[in-house]
């Protein structure tokens, strides 16, 4: 939660973006959904009954469709890979500039090696999740609710299973990521020591040169 307020607080000054998106991949979860039921009327209008012209007729307005849906959702990737970005970018610079107003003390407490690795692979982290967010988790709800409403339009109580299914599978997803925070927070640890080793290795190279030198 407190990385999704730290994401929703830097989508503001996006919001013209964020629309497009949104209607992006409204386009796309509709397109999806009816190529299904054009499918369906292919084969049972066309295929069935030996209707050369109707099959043709499907089969290209299918062919547009999956256009249409590739289109769709190339430029929804594009359009929340620049949001995305545009949010690391604000991040990394507001992060830098609160370093640039540590005292030396603060700067010491921290260390190098674990600033660098905030302003670098923790905002690449972000912008990763950001992406992700976007792209996929804004289409997933749209999607889901397209397909139970196809699904009890076609058979009600087939349809039931899903929402029987639907809370089992989000109960994983979540178990799943709260399993992989603690994993998370000791991969940054580490990243921290193998920054603060390589600079201490960078460091001692100049000190073995000098010497050399002398």
Not at 127 to 132: A, D, E, H, R
Not at 181 to 204: H, K, S, Y
Request: positive net charge; proline residues 3%.
């Amino acid at each position: 939660m407190t990385l999704l307020r730290l994401v929703a607080g830097r989508l503001r000054p996006h919001r013209a973006l964020l629309a497009s998106l949104v209607l992006l991949q409204l386009v796309q979860t509709l397109a999806s959904l009816a190529l299904p039921a054009l499918n369906a009327g292919v084969i049972d209008h066309g295929v069935l009954r030996g209707d050369t012209g109707r099959v043709l007729t499907g089969g290209a307005t299918m062919a547009a469709v999956t256009l249409l849906q590739g289109a769709a959702a190339a430029a929804a990737t594009y359009t929340g890979a620049r949001i995305a970005m545009g949010v690391a970018r604000d991040l990394r610079s507001e992060v830098f500039r609160r370093v640039q107003d540590f005292s030396a003390r603060e700067r010491a407490r921290f260390g190098t090696a674990t600033l660098v690795t905030r302003v670098t692979n923790d905002v690449q982290q972000i912008q990763t999740f950001t992406v992700l967010v976007l792209t996929m988790l804004v289409a997933a709800p749209l999607l889901c609710a397209g397909g139970l409403a196809l699904a009890l339009r076609q058979d009600v109580p087939l349809a039931l299973v899903l929402l029987l299914f639907v809370p089992v599978m989000t109960g994983a997803v979540g178990t799943v990521v709260l399993r992989m925070r603690p994993l998370f927070r000791g991969m940054q640890e580490r990243l921290d020591r193998v920054g603060r080793v390589l600079r201490e290795q960078i460091t001692g190279v100049r000190v073995v040169r000098a010497f050399v030198r002398d």
